[in-house]
């Protein structure tokens, strides 16, 4: 998602110049102006999911009048793609592409908000060919790092193109020049290829739909893979039972569709209910964050969805919303899921505009991952979210989720969300050490299974194998169980151990997250062992400081650090924007911890040091 720019403020979007919510309503054109697809559809009978493949879910959308509306940077509609247009748009392209590529090729293609990406993307699903969504450029660690990263996902699909926006066809030759027989097109380019008059076949229920890059993939990405039959039961679980659609719903999305919670969340599901969707690129949305906002305003948007980083930087930025510009009372789902639920950043986003219409009940926490399409779980809506506050203290001794006391400090209770209950077909277990199924509120490792789980990843059998336990997906998280629903409380290859005390580096990151003059989402905590025992590394974005203020800072961070993870550690402070991103925006621990190892923060490292050389040494026993 990138790192919001200070100082901005939203654009001044038009009044709406058109009833929505009737396709034959009569409307007001302003010359020049793009008019938005309207909410609902005018002789087509409602139909939510239950398709066979992605190409049917199009044949039936496309007898409507909804479709994909894209916004810029203004809040006016550059571009407004209907579903009649994109199926014709999609099978002419096809045609194209079955007569240059082998049914079954795949086509990796940078995931653009923009008609390009959505006409080709569809295009190959009637070409028989699978696509590969590309992530657009972002802090990934500059120039060098996007085309590595590029580099490994087209190998990795061993894909026969590589198809992108014209800025980026420079950077798409180099990453696939160590590969001769990758083609590299810009979007122009592919749509003038000729048309010999082959007629494409279009997938059918039992092939493959897309490999799709988690965001959390390093050097060596893995391509979860997406067929027919597990994206359209996913689709139509999610439409039917996650979100209930119907008709006179309407769609908004900021969410890269690169990312499975914009891709499969925000492409896919509106089509398979024939809903209109109103898109803002994510760039735009970090830029002016309000202006998802005036566009769900605008539009009367009934379904949304973010990370919690995206409603905390919203609420951030609430101060500065014009009166009368946002009113959110239509809006009855805002989705929360990609990231850990931060109950902090759903009060502040529920305090923030709540006088402007929004309803905190809207709130649907809830949990999935690439591996199981999208969703796998989802909270009754309209129902208040549920806060479990825990004793963390307990909770590191026994690995028990103890319901915190009055008599609990501040510094150790922790407050975690509940992300509701499995979708119908599907199962979640939460096993202990042993394996075996986990009781109420004790802690364990999450294992999911259904019809929309991923056979596995794109030519890695072993990752594949790795990841199944019989019919049951190891999903690599930690939660437990509460009132039947799921709660969420890290990942299992994430955890610090501290003699023999396991430590979440969530913790200690929203614990120093909220020291001023530290950048909010850009802190990494992670173990490093140095051969003589693991010690806590914990790096923090700063702004621009003296050396006072800055030993000042780190002085307050060390003493937060011992409240929340009753250890020491070493901290680095690191210079603004230094941080390394994943393809979706949220900062890769990962990653910041390569860097940490390989000597780049250095330099940050060598300003003078609070932490005492017995505090160190304690940490690495």
């Not at 002419?92 to 923009?114: C, K, P, Q, W, Y």
Request: charge should be neutral; proline fraction near 5%; aromatic fraction near 8%.
């Amino acid at each position: 998602m990138g790192r919001p720019a200070d100082g901005e403020v939203a654009a001044r979007i038009l009044k709406p110049a058109v009833n929505r919510h009737s396709a034959g309503a009569l409307m007001a054109v302003i010359p020049g102006q793009t008019l938005p697809t309207p909410t609902l559809n005018s002789g087509l009978d409602h139909r939510i999911g239950g398709f066979a493949s992605l190409p049917e879910a199009l044949d039936y959308a496309a007898r409507g009048q909804t479709g994909y509306n894209f916004f810029n940077l203004r809040g006016e509609v550059s571009h407004s793609l209907s579903y009649a247009d994109l199926r014709v748009r999609a099978g002419e392209l096809a045609n194209r592409l079955a007569a240059r590529f082998t049914r079954g090729d795949r086509i990796a293609i940078v995931a653009e908000t923009s008609p390009d990406f959505v006409v080709t993307f569809f295009a190959c699903q009637y070409a028989g060919l699978i696509p590969a969504p590309m992530p657009m450029p972002v802090n990934l660690g500059g120039k060098d790092g996007y085309i590595n990263q590029i580099h490994q996902m087209v190998a990795g699909a061993s894909a026969a193109a590589a198809v992108g926006p014209t800025q980026l066809t420079g950077f798409l030759k180099e990453a696939a020049k160590a590969t001769s027989t990758v083609e590299v097109f810009d979007f122009a380019d592919l749509a003038d290829l000729p048309d010999t008059g082959v007629k494409a076949q279009a997938l059918g229920a039992d092939e493959l739909c897309y490999i799709q890059y988690s965001s959390g993939s390093t050097s060596a990405p893995k391509g979860v893979i997406g067929t027919q039959n597990s994206v359209n039961n996913n689709l139509t679980a999610i439409t039917q039972h996650g979100m209930s659609i119907g008709p006179g719903d309407r769609a908004a999305s900021w969410l890269p569709l690169y990312h499975d919670m914009g891709l499969i969340g925000f492409l896919l599901a509106p089509l398979v209910g024939q809903l209109s969707v109103d898109f803002l690129a994510t760039s735009d949305f970090v830029r002016r964050p309000l202006l998802w906002l005036r566009i769900m305003t605008e539009q009367q948007t009934t379904l949304t969805y973010s990370p919690s980083f995206g409603y905390d930087l919203a609420a951030k930025r609430s101060a500065r919303a014009e009166p009368g510009a946002i009113n959110l009372k239509n809006l009855r789902v805002a989705g929360i899921g990609g990231d850990m639920v931060r109950p902090e950043a759903l009060d502040a986003f529920s305090e923030a505009f709540k006088s402007f219409g929004y309803n905190r009940n809207a709130f649907a926490p809830s949990y999935g991952m690439a591996e199981a399409t999208l969703a796998i779980s989802f909270p009754e809506l309209g129902a208040p979210i549920t806060i479990d506050e825990v004793d963390m203290r307990h909770y590191t001794r026994s690995g028990i989720a103890q319901p915190a006391s009055a008599l609990t400090s501040k510094e150790h209770k922790r407050g975690f969300v509940l992300c509701g209950r499995p979708l119908p077909g599907h199962a979640i277990e939460v096993r202990d050490e042993e394996g075996a199924a986990a009781g109420e509120r004790t802690v364990g490792r999450i294992f999911i299974k259904g019809p929309s789980l991923t056979p596995g990843y794109f030519s890695d059998p072993e990752s594949s194998a790795a990841m199944y336990h019989g019919e049951w997906l190891d999903t690599g998280d930690m939660g437990y169980f509460l009132d039947g629903q799921i709660v969420i409380t890290g990942r299992a290859k994430d955890l610090i151990i501290i003699n023999g005390r396991n430590i979440w580096p969530q913790d200690i990151e929203w614990a120093v997250e909220k020291v001023e003059g530290v950048r909010n989402g850009g802190v990494a905590a992670f173990s490093v062992d140095d051969g003589q025992g693991e010690r806590i590394v914990v790096v923090a974005e700063r702004r621009g400081m003296d050396n006072e203020a800055l030993a000042a800072l780190k002085r307050e961070i060390a003493n937060v650090i011992q409240n929340a993870a009753g250890a020491p550690a070493e901290i680095v402070l690191a210079r603004p924007h230094s941080m390394v991103m994943t393809s979706s925006g949220k900062l890769s621990r990962a990653k910041v911890k390569q860097k940490f190892v390989s000597g780049a923060f250095d330099e940050d490292r060598a300003q003078k040091a609070v932490e005492s050389p017995r505090a160190l040494a304690e940490a690495r026993v």
